[in-house]
Nanobody, 131 residues
């Protein structure tokens, strides 16, 4: 059974921090890239980063670069998104997803799959940053 369950969202003041968790089925954790995304109502879903076999991608959008990091706990089958120095514009619903890059070599090199390569999605967790 495929499971991706996010948690950790909530309300935080600007400048604060939150850590989101995404607990996944074991086979997902071992074989798929786990990506983090966010979406504001009425806007396109934005890809943030991914983690593959415990290694986080170094590619982040400029909007979060230097403030967000991704990590994982292999024992807990959980991937984390640490968000620091939060801004009101970070307010969104945050999703984790599991997917595979169509090029296994690229994935092995740490290249995150594209949005449409993600097959499985969590339910999302809302984050609200107040000014």
């Amino acid at each position: 059974e495929v499971q991706l369950v996010e948690s950790g969202g909530g309300l935080v003041q600007a400048g604060g921090s939150l850590r989101l968790s995404c607990t996944v089925s074991r086979f997902i954790f071992d074989d798929y890239a786990i990506g983090w995304f966010r979406q504001v109502p009425g806007k396109e879903r934005e890809g943030l980063s991914c983690i593959i076999s415990g290694d986080g991608s170094t590619s982040w959008p400029d909007s979060v670069k230097g403030r967000f990091t991704v990590s994982s706990d292999n024992v807990k089958n959980t991937v984390y998104l640490q968000m620091n120095s939060l801004k009101p514009e970070d307010t969104a619903v945050y999703y984790c997803a599991a997917g595979r890059h169509p090029d296994p070599t690229a994935q092995a090199m740490g290249v995150c799959p594209l949005l449409y390569d993600y097959q499985y999605w969590g339910q999302g967790t809302p984050v609200t940053v107040s000014s």
